[in-house]
T-cell receptor
Framework: GAGVSQSPSNKVTEKGKDVELRCDPI?????LYWYRQSLGQGLEFLIY????????KSGLPSDRFSAERTGGSVSTLTIQRTQQEDSAVYLC?????????????FGAGTRLSVL | AQKITQTQPGMFVQEKEAVTLDCTYD???????LFWYKQPSSGEMIFLIY??????QNATEGRYSLNFQKARKSANLVISASQLGDSAMYFC?????????????FGKGTRLSVIA
């Protein structure tokens, strides 16, 4: 079956512009996560959705970052007024539910470059 | 707070040899899960193996096994019979079972290079 799909795969933008990154999780997965991976680093949690519950936004680095998940499926991560330090790979993952042993399956990521 | 430490930024291994990638963790929870992911140059994170804190036996998945030493809080990944395609970044991650916030916490990774 289809895995987690992210688009675009690459995005180059100018400082100050807004960008939208899309994630299409595996069908039937109720939990969806956004992570950020800066060059040479591990993954940093950004935001997490579980079903129809309010999202956990505790990892968002500033109020320029926001995300929504429509209809419990596709999610969009929006970065407003991008800065150069926002340059990173943004990874989306989904899992069947949010219990500890459920495996998170990742997409290939969106590489964001802010010039 | 959860923490994952991977002390080996880079490792080399000869093709067909076994290699161990180190991972130590810190948590105050008794119930947690440990994961290893592989990230090739294409960028996708590929799940390899899972170990639950209450699992009595070490997890195995094909050529991957997890050397779980609970008292030492270590969860080392062992790759047997290395192949050239194993060259990638490897990340250890943890999730506390009782945490209401259930994203994974990742280590900084180990870059494995398999030499022919």
């Amino acid at each position: 079956g289809a895995g987690v799909s992210q688009s675009p795969s690459n995005k180059v933008t100018e400082k100050g512009k807004d960008v939208e990154l899309r994630c299409d999780p595996i069908s039937g997965h109720t939990a969806l996560y956004w992570y950020r991976q800066s060059l040479g680093q591990g993954l940093e949690f950004l935001i997490y959705f579980q079903g129809n519950s309010a999202p956990d936004k505790s990892g968002l680095p500033s109020d320029r970052f926001s995300a929504e998940r429509t209809g419990g499926s596709v999610s969009t991560l929006t970065i407003q007024r991008t800065q150069q330090e926002d340059s990173a790979v943004y990874l989306c993952a989904s899992s069947v539910s949010a219990i500890a042993k459920n495996i998170q399956y990742f997409g290939a990521g969106t590489r964001l470059s802010v010039l | 707070a959860q923490k994952i430490t991977q002390t080996q930024p880079g490792m080399f291994v000869q093709e067909k040899e076994a290699v161990t990638l180190d991972c130590t963790y810190d948590t105050s929870d008794q119930s947690y899960g440990l994961f290893w992911y592989k990230q090739p140059s294409s960028g996708e994170m590929i799940f390899l193996i899972y170990q639950g804190s209450y699992d009595e036996q070490n997890a195995t998945e094909g050529r991957y096994s997890l050397n779980f030493q609970k008292a030492r809080k270590s969860a080392n990944l062992v790759i047997s019979a290395s192949q050239l395609g194993d060259s990638a970044m490897y990340f250890c991650a943890m999730r506390e079972a009782n945490s209401g916030n259930t994203p994974l916490v990742f280590g900084k990774g180990t870059r494995l290079s398999v030499i022919a």
